[in-house]
Nanobody, 123 residues
Framework: QVQLVESGGGSVQPGGSLRLSCAASGNIFSINTMAWYRQAPGKQRELVATITSSGSTNYADSVKGRFTISRDNAKNILYLQMNSLKPEDTALYCC?????????????????WGQGTQVTVSS
């Protein structure tokens, strides 16, 4: 099992910044893709940004130029720096990771999701 725990959410005014973190723990052998998703009340879950183990990134058009995804492979931590926040960024932000674990002498694939951290942008 791999656990993902997010932190860093909160309430900010429009134009403000927040930095989210997601710490992965467990019998991790390797992590391939990590990502941030978000879901606002009454809306479908939306992919915000992804990052591969080699550092390649992709962003939703709605956050390009404002958000930056990064990761610390040595510590298995994912980050999301969010600048110039807008009210429409208000959502529950969840972390995603996939890769492999080492258990009982075998490598097994895993997909894990965090519980999420709330981001609220309002004046």
């Amino acid at each position: 099992q791999v656990q993902l725990v997010e932190s860093g959410g909160g309430s900010v005014q429009p134009g403000g910044s927040l930095r989210l973190s997601c710490a992965a723990s467990g019998n991790i052998f390797s992590i391939n893709t990590m990502a941030w998703y978000r879901q606002a009340p009454g809306k479908q879950r939306e992919l915000v940004a992804t990052i591969t183990s080699s550092g390649s990134t992709n962003y939703a058009d709605s956050v390009k130029g404002r958000f930056t995804i990064s990761r610390d492979n040595a510590k298995n931590i994912l980050y999301l720096q969010m600048n110039s926040l807008k009210p429409e960024d208000t959502a529950l932000y969840c972390c995603y990771a996939d890769g492999s674990i080492y258990s009982s002498g075998y490598h097994r694939p895993f997909i894990s999701w965090g519980q999420g951290t709330q981001v609220t942008v309002s004046s």
